[in-house]
């Protein structure tokens, strides 16, 4: 089981709220997050409720400030738990949508996709084993999408405004 406590002001002041599951609108608990301590699991929190808008992928320690977890801002609206994968990861990426055109497979994590490929627009994906994050740009920067066992035919599916990706990393315990 996870838990992620929710601070309104830096350094873990102010009030607070605690969650041990997914939450689709934190709104009612909170106004304004600016601070987060992680005490156990993956987390995924989202700058808008029904885990959408902007993305942020934390895991087990102290984020005194929203710039720590690469926020634009101290808007938190919904967070989400990843559940903990055991095994081999497995990721299919296409260069066209539907499955189409040239298809790379993914075992580990990618720097920089361009670096490795020559390219660095997706437009769909089969996620076979594992929980991934997608970063908008090489070395693990930028906006970040989590991606899930499961089939993304478009972009837009995974929660992606274009199908630019530059890195991307396995979830890992």
């Not at 634009?72 to 066209?96: A, K, W």
């Not at 994590?109 to 929980?131: A, K, Q, T, W």
Request: proline share 5%.
């Amino acid at each position: 089981m996870g838990k992620i406590i929710f601070y309104e002001d830096r350094n873990f002041e102010g009030r607070s709220y605690e969650c041990s599951s997914e939450c689709a609108d934190l709104h009612s608990h909170f106004s304004r997050c600016n601070s987060i301590r992680v005490d156990s699991g993956n987390w995924m929190v989202y700058e808008r409720p029904n885990y959408m808008g902007y993305q942020y992928f934390l895991r087990k320690g102290e984020y005194p400030d929203y710039q720590r977890w690469m926020g634009f801002n101290d808007c938190v609206r919904s967070c989400r738990m990843i559940p903990m994968h055991q095994g081999t990861h497995r990721l299919m990426i296409y260069e066209r949508p539907e499955f189409g055109g040239q298809m790379m497979e993914l075992t580990d994590d990618c720097p920089s996709l361009y670096e490795r490929f020559h390219f660095n627009d997706i437009y769909s994906c089969n996620v076979m084993d594992g929980y991934w994050i997608f970063y908008e740009h090489p070395h693990y920067r930028g906006r970040q999408y989590l991606i899930h066992p499961g089939e993304y035919r478009r972009f837009h599916e995974w929660g992606g405004m274009s199908p630019r990706v530059g890195s991307i990393r396995r979830i890992i315990m």
